[in-house]
T-cell receptor, first 110, second 116 residues
């Protein structure tokens, strides 16, 4: 079993839809949870990160962490074609090295 | 524009060639990383430099040789590569050990390597 599981998609939604991206993990030592966005042929860029359980909102993006279920989510409201990218979850514990999910490819159709 | 600069953006090399990938950051970060990413896969960690010293080598073949000349620069020297080494090579940096909070990595745009 992989430490971090992420549905690879592809996921295709119409413009304006609410998108839900999810990861599950098995290592209870993970404390920091991140979402990176990667456009085609570019490097990943950090969208947001959370520490421990709870929610964090940044504009149209909301990150949720449920440590009791070992489950994290990224919600995108009012999705735009410019949100079309691969979304990678990543997490780390005290050792601080990141473990990435496999990435979900998202396409938002105009 | 990304604050981690990688050159070249594209590189094509034969299996007998010697080439280098370069990475530069001016954010004062003290940890620098090389990752390898194949299509539709997540980045795989290759090397970590912390305060200019190699701290992690993820059992990478010796045909890949990292170098950290100073705190702002990171090189990856390539020699006798195989076609299966073709991938996107990503450089990243972070504040490094001693920093509190999440170990947030800032990635470069990558160098796309094709080995013929």
């Amino acid at each position: 079993q992989k430490e971090v599981e992420q549905d690879p998609g592809p996921l295709s939604v119409p413009e304006g839809a609410i998108v839900s991206l999810n990861c599950t993990y098995s290592n209870s030592a993970f404390q920091y949870f991140m979402w990176y966005r990667q456009y085609s042929r570019k490097g990943p860029e950090l969208l947001m990160y959370t520490y421990s359980s709870g929610n964090k909102e940044d504009g149209r993006f909301t990150a949720q962490v449920d440590k009791s279920s070992k489950y994290i989510s990224l919600f995108i409201r009012d999705s735009q074609p410019s949100d079309s990218a691969t979304y990678l979850c990543a997490m780390s514990g005290s050792a601080r090295q990141l473990t990435f999910g496999s990435g979900t490819q998202l396409t938002v159709l105009p | 524009d990304t604050e981690v600069t990688q050159t070249p953006k594209h590189l094509v090399m034969g299996m007998t060639n010697k080439k280098s990938l370069k990475c530069e950051q001016h954010m004062g970060h003290r940890a620098m990383y090389w990752y390898k990413q194949k299509a539709k896969k997540p980045p795989e960690l290759m090397f970590v430099y912390s305060y200019e010293k190699l701290s992690i080598n993820e059992s990478v073949p010796s045909r890949f040789s990292p170098e950290c000349p100073n705190s702002s620069l990171l090189n990856l020297h390539l020699h006798a590569l195989q076609p299966e080494d073709s991938a996107l090579y990503l450089c990243a940096s972070s504040q490094g050990q001693g920093a509190t909070g999440a170990n947030v990595l800032t990635f470069g745009a990558g160098s796309r390597l094709t080995v013929l």
